[in-house]
């Protein structure tokens, strides 16, 4: 059954039940929902059952961060559904779910010509790509620009078709009826969802969804989230979580199923030139070797039967292009004081006549994404038809990498997906799809492939290194007329799409992106304050470490050097920190507010040397590049960090952030969000760094990592500013403003300016 643009359909359904379905979208797609016995599909998003459960479909992929409550929120809160009665399930990739907002911000990787033609989500360009490849990428804090309006709609209209089956038998008009606690009332009159449901398919929905007044939110007080605040709609996964059967990618479980441990050349153009299988001849529980072009496979009985026979054989691999930190470094140093640059913003007279009297330099070094859960996924090839569970955030993309990888059309790779241990990015990868669809071909059995935690370190790609400079003419008493903000980096965006779009092998993509300037790269330098003449600097460097993006972007370093520049020029020039940001914010009141509620929060006592507090504060937009007042689809957050230096050197003792992201939506999820954030900000600042040496990472184990761990983390403190405007997500904004704040707090409390990340290694 084909979903038409205003065609509105009633008829038996896969499994006896009945599919009501229109869309507005202007292509058409296979019905992506098939209604159960007694159940009927309402539309792409929303089926409700005679017993009355309503079930939300989730083209995202939930990896911590609270989507499969997000989303069946709004359509609840639309709907006027019973929370209790509110389901969600894995929606298969479809054209009907693309992200336009994230298509719309990627333009420039995936039609790098000319972006501005697709730069809207509305742009038919955007539009025509995100449908026509089934783009659903869960990525950047997309998901309520892209989705929020289309669970609305589809609450409102199922709604409505409610209320008019309900009307009729009343003999009143449907829209003098009201949905509330999944029943519809007129008068003394109620009807449960349960007992509408199947007559419900037989009305079709309003041209206009008649959505509430209101759209979904919560309040949210200036004195935060205390217990008797929390939020009406809990995490619909955190039951299956607590008793463990919610179905994470290592839990899949196929009958024959075999496991499989692997090796991977180190990352650079190595390739499998050498191993001896009769070393692991006496491997109890090894079933057969398998040789790709980079890796060596084991499969066993069980995964430690794999991992041993492959420690036995130690597999050796050729070299081609080595990668070692000494030369990344190297090369990094060269650009940003020589290499050719981009110029992605500019202000004024940009920094053509600028006479620096204040210059810094700051590092980056490459930091992995140490998720908790390391690569696994599960395939089983049978009669052509490849099947994969796989936690992927790019769904799609995966399924044409393995369908390439065996030669096989997409339409034959059928894809699970599964909850995600954490994520940061890491699931945006799609190698291991094509590693464990090989494998299940070679086996001619269901095949179970886990990285070993080594292994997610040698063939995983770490956030890019940067090395910047930042120089300034400032006046007598610390005004910046002029600043030039200058970045070094990989063009780590670029490389990704070619890898993500093009399917190209890391060299390959390395190599085809080579001196190309990066948007992306620089997100975030442009700063809020007003500086009349500015200009923001890319140079692209092309290095051997292939890399790719991380939670909190680009925005996580560039938010680090110049928040770190301008607490250094407030303090030369004796300007009290907060006062002197707020001095350049005229053309931000949101941010001012923020910074301003969180010296209150933390009883800010000017940051002067021994009182141990630092502070930063941002900016983070949905837009690439612009200058002037952020897009109101924009957040805010500002953070003072507490340290303190002591026997066992220093330490941070205190995390206070305010954050303005627009409407709230879940009050618990927002929260959920802006903790992790500053945690994953804090392990970033303190730690996640490794360095490479032939090509092979120097940290293995999660704890030469030098996360921070439950002893490590400090006090934290969070309130949200109260606000109208569009919803910005709260996933990514927590990370940016740690490591300045922290290494702010770090000068305070020891009078020692760190300017490298991680700021441990500085001290060392």
């Not at 989730?58 to 209790?84: F, N, S």
């Not at 059309?409 to 799809?433: E, K, M, N």
């Not at 020029?569 to 004796?574: D, N, P, R, S």
Request: charged residues 20%; negative net charge.
């Amino acid at each position: 059954m084909q979903l038409t643009r205003r065609g509105i359909l009633a008829g038996a359904a896969l499994g006896g039940g009945l599919l009501v379905a229109w869309t507005l979208l202007p292509r058409q797609f296979d019905s992506p929902l098939s209604p159960s016995d007694n159940e009927v599909a309402f539309d792409a998003w929303v089926k409700i059952a005679a017993d009355g459960v309503v079930t939300v479909a989730m083209p995202q992929l939930e990896m911590g961060q609270g989507v499969t409550t997000l989303l069946p929120q709004i359509v609840a809160m639309e709907l006027g559904a019973d929370w209790r009665q509110v389901a969600v399930e894995p929606a298969p990739v479809s054209g009907a779910y693309a992200n336009l907002p994230l298509a719309a911000r990627w333009a420039p990787l995936w039609m790098p010509m000319l972006p501005d033609l697709a730069s809207e989500p509305g742009d038919f360009l955007a539009e025509r790509f995100a449908q026509g490849n089934n783009f659903t990428v869960t990525a950047q804090g997309t998901t309520l620009a892209a989705y929020e309006m289309a669970c609305r709609e589809a609450g409102a209209s199922a709604r409505a078709m409610l209320a008019m089956a309900a009307a009729e038998k009343w003999d009143v008009a449907w829209e003098e009826c009201e949905a509330e606690g999944g029943f519809i009332r007129h008068g003394e009159n109620a009807a449960s969802f349960a007992e509408l449901a199947l007559d419900a398919a037989r009305y079709e929905a309003p041209e206009v969804p008649p959505l509430r007044a209101q759209p979904p939110a919560e309040t949210v007080g200036q004195s935060g989230l205390g217990d008797e605040e929390r939020t009406a709609f809990p995490r619909l996964d955190l039951p299956s979580k607590v008793d463990g059967s919610l179905v994470f990618a290592a839990d899949v479980r196929l009958p024959d199923m075999v496991y499989a441990a692997i090796r991977h050349a180190p990352l650079d153009k190595a390739t499998l030139v050498d191993f001896d299988p009769t070393l692991a001849s006496g491997q109890r529980g090894l079933i057969q070797l398998v040789r790709g072009k980079d890796w060596l496979a084991a499969l066993g009985e069980t995964w430690w039967a794999a991992e041993e026979a492959l420690k036995k054989i130690a597999p050796q691999f050729s070299y081609v292009r080595t990668v070692r930190s000494e030369t990344i470094a190297d090369q990094l140093d060269e650009a940003v004081l020589r290499g050719d640059s981009a110029v992605f913003a500019k202000r004024g007279n940009g920094a053509e006549d600028l006479q620096s009297n204040e210059a810094r330099r700051y590092e980056v070094a490459p930091a992995v994404h140490a998720t908790i859960e390391t690569s696994c996924a599960t395939a089983r090839l049978l009669d052509g038809t490849l099947e994969l569970w796989l936690p992927t955030q790019a769904p799609e993309a995966a399924r044409l990498a393995a369908a390439r990888a065996l030669g096989i059309s997409t339409s034959d790779v059928v894809l699970y997906p599964v909850a995600a241990g954490g994520s940061f990015d890491r699931r945006l990868d799609d190698a291991i799809a094509i590693e464990v669809a090989l494998l299940a071909r070679e086996a001619g059995r269901p095949v179970q492939l886990t990285w070993s935690r080594w292994q997610e370190h040698v063939a995983s790609h770490p956030r890019m290194p940067a090395t910047g400079i930042l120089g300034a003419q400032v006046t007598a008493d610390g005004t910046i007329a002029t600043l030039r903000a200058r970045l070094a980096s990989p063009p780590t965006m670029r490389e990704f799409s070619r890898r993500l779009f093009d399917n190209k092998t890391s060299w390959a993509a390395i190599d085809e992106v080579s001196g190309e300037a990066d948007p992306f790269a620089v997100e975030g330098l442009d700063p809020p304050y007003a500086i009349p003449d500015l200009a923001v600097e890319h140079v692209p460097v092309s290095i051997a470490l292939p890399t790719a993006p991380m939670r909190g972007r680009a925005d996580a370093i560039t938010c680090f050097m110049r928040e770190s520049f301008i607490d250094e020029i407030a303090h030369k020039y004796e300007r009290e920190p907060l006062s002197y940001r707020i001095s350049m914010l005229g053309r931000d009141a949101r941010l001012v507010a923020c910074l301003q509620q969180v010296a209150r929060m933390a009883e800010w006592d000017g940051g002067a040397p021994g009182t141990g507090q630092g502070l930063a504060c941002h900016v983070m937009r949905d837009e690439v590049t612009g200058l002037g007042e952020a897009s109101p689809a924009s957040g805010r957050i500002a953070v003072i960090a507490t340290a303190s230096a002591g026997a066992g050197g220093v330490r941070v003792s205190r995390l206070a952030a305010c954050v303005d992201i627009g409407r709230v939506v879940n009050r618990d999820l927002a929260l959920q969000q802006i903790e992790g954030g500053l945690i994953f900000g804090l392990s970033l600042a303190l730690g996640s760094a490794t360095e490479y040496a032939d090509g092979l990472p120097t940290h293995g184990r999660l704890a030469a990592l030098g996360l921070p761990t439950l002893a490590d983390c400090p006090e934290i403190a969070v309130e949200f500013v109260s606000s109208d405007l569009p919803p910005f997500d709260p996933g990514e904004i927590g990370v940016a403003a740690v490591a300045p704040a922290v290494a702010n707090a770090f000068f305070a409390a020891t009078g020692l300016r760190l300017r490298r990340l991680p700021l441990i290694s500085a001290l060392a």
